[in-house]
């Protein structure tokens, strides 16, 4: 074991990459530049789809998609075991914003491990998520509570970054060997304004003064791998569609958060990050699986229309509207049908059936490395896997709805209201920030970091995660070895 070894990640979130860069070569973050950039750099990056705070945290900790780690989106539901009684159900009925915040630890698939499970000598700095982690290395709590509720509403995000800052200074002292601090500002604010308003760009020269601080306090000394990331891009909102309000008007009682004690609901709709919606048809009725849009348009739902998936793809605002059927995922969009099937080995087939939807040029079939490969610059990058990858948890909604570019999906109860927002599968929600101090080899997955992390500090890395190792060129070949027998 090198126990000299230590990490750090840093959560810069919804820090976009291009304005990072943009600032970058602008010499407006002389420190990052200077401590992080010059011995690494950027690499190209996806994070996960739902793209929203705290889902999309999951990968760092964990090496998994929110599917493999059963937290589908910011809200869901259980179908399987929820009968109507939103209270005596709470259990099966989730929103991680608010009092159920905290359950996102639990809630995580049985027998998955998290850095702090394998790295006891862990700290957390202002995390939702702190799954393995004992109470005294869970930092920032209180300022989080307090400033984050009050920062929230009227976007005063200064406070709690510097309160962040201070207590990532104290680490240097303590030399954890493994650091995971959170900076909420950049996606407050941005909620605000827009990814490149001053405010924003404000934030990050804020954080940069702080690396500055870290710097100083010598927090790159040593063999000392420093991760800093950020969990999805935010983009303008201009136009808001309620799913919930036009599945009202078609004559479905939707059941919503916080209106979650709706008389006898027609449909469940359990909004992430505003970009995307889950919905789940016949609420109250439980059931052992999903229903398939072949079941929906055969009229073999009670009480829901067989024409629902196309009235919902003609909505404005909706991109695509996806549903799953054994081992393949249904796309219906305004202009026609796809399909993405999981042909087994790690092999994903695109079938774009009478549309291109998610403009990849034709059929084709890859694993799951060479579609993040071939995606990153295509209107919704690493699509075939994040589709699929959601859909392996059994509470993922029967049909998700994603957004298109400048719209949000919900415009009730968006208090205060969204002037950006993500969650969705388009480019600038899903392309995220890596960068670090080591040179790595991109495109990456957020998911990848994990296993990076695992092998510089050299632990064994879990079977079964999502995450590959992202092996950095200039590591000599003995040492690659070694990462890849970890892997
Ligand atoms: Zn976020």
Redesign the pocket.
């Known amino acids: 074991m090198t126990t000299d070894r230590r990490a750090t990640l840093v959560?810069l979130?919804?820090a976009r990459a291009d304005v990072f860069a943009h600032l970058v070569a602008a010499g407006d973050l002389p420190n990052i530049s200077r401590y992080l950039l010059e011995s690494g750099g950027m690499v190209p990056a996806t994070t996960v789809f739902p793209?929203?705070?705290?889902v999309?945290?999951l990968p760092f900790l964990t090496g998994c998609y929110p599917g493999t780690c059963d937290v589908p989106g910011i809200r869901w539901m259980d179908v399987r075991g929820y009968t109507g009684e939103w209270w005596r159900d709470r259990e099966h009925l989730r929103s991680y914003c608010g009092p159920q915040g905290g359950l996102i630890n639990s809630d995580l698939r049985p027998g998955l491990v998290t850095l702090f499970d394998l790295v006891p000598e862990s700290v957390s700095l202002c995390s939702p998520l702190t799954r393995g982690l004992p109470p005294e290395r869970d930092r920032v709590q209180r300022a989080r509570a307090l400033w984050g509720a009050l920062a929230h509403y009227v976007g005063t995000y200064g406070p709690l970054e510097r309160a962040v800052g201070r207590a990532l200074c104290r680490t240097t002292r303590e030399r954890h060997r493994f650091v995971f601090a959170v900076f909420?500002g950049v996606?407050g604010v941005t909620h605000f304004w827009d990814p490149w308003h001053t405010l924003v760009l404000d934030m990050y020269r804020g954080f940069d003064r702080i690396i500055g601080d870290y710097a100083a306090a010598g927090g790159f000394d040593g063999d000392h791998l420093t991760l800093l990331v950020?969990?999805?891009g935010?983009t303008p909102v201009e136009h808001h569609t309620d799913v919930s309000l036009e599945l009202e008007a078609m004559g479905m009682p939707a059941l919503r958060y916080p209106a979650i004690w709706r008389r006898d609901p027609k449909v469940g709709v359990m909004v992430s990050?505003n970009g995307s919606v889950q919905l789940y048809l016949r609420p109250g009725t439980p059931r052992p699986r999903r229903f398939t849009i072949g079941e929906i348009e055969a009229g073999m739902v009670a009480d829901i229309p067989r024409n629902l998936v196309r009235e919902l793809a003609q909505l404005p605002g909706v991109a695509l509207v996806v549903g799953n059927d054994g081992d393949a995922v249904r796309l219906v969009g305004r202009e026609g049908r796809a399909r993405l099937v999981d042909s087994g080995g790690g092999r994903i087939r695109y079938l774009p059936d009478t549309a291109d939807l998610l403009g990849l040029g034709g059929p084709a079939e890859h694993d799951d490395r060479e579609w993040l490969r071939r995606t990153m610059s295509s209107p919704y990058p690493d699509a075939p896997t994040q589709l699929l990858q959601l859909f392996r948890s059994p509470r993922a909604g029967d049909l998700v709805i994603i957004a298109e570019v400048g719209w949000d999906l919900r415009r009730d109860w968006e208090i205060p209201e969204h002037r950006s927002g993500?969650g969705s599968l388009t480019a600038d929600h899903m392309r995220c920030l890596v960068a670090s101090n080591r040179h790595l080899v991109g495109p990456v997955r957020t998911v990848d970091t994990f296993p990076l992390i695992l092998g510089h500090l050299g632990v064994p890395i879990p079977e079964g995660i999502d995450g590959v190792l992202p092996v950095a060129p200039d590591v000599d070949p003995m040492q690659r070895t070694a990462l890849a027998a970890q892997a």
Not at 51 to 54: E, M, N, P
């Open positions: 959560i979130d919804g793209s929203t705070t705290g999309a945290y909420p996606d950020s969990d999805h935010l990050g993500h």
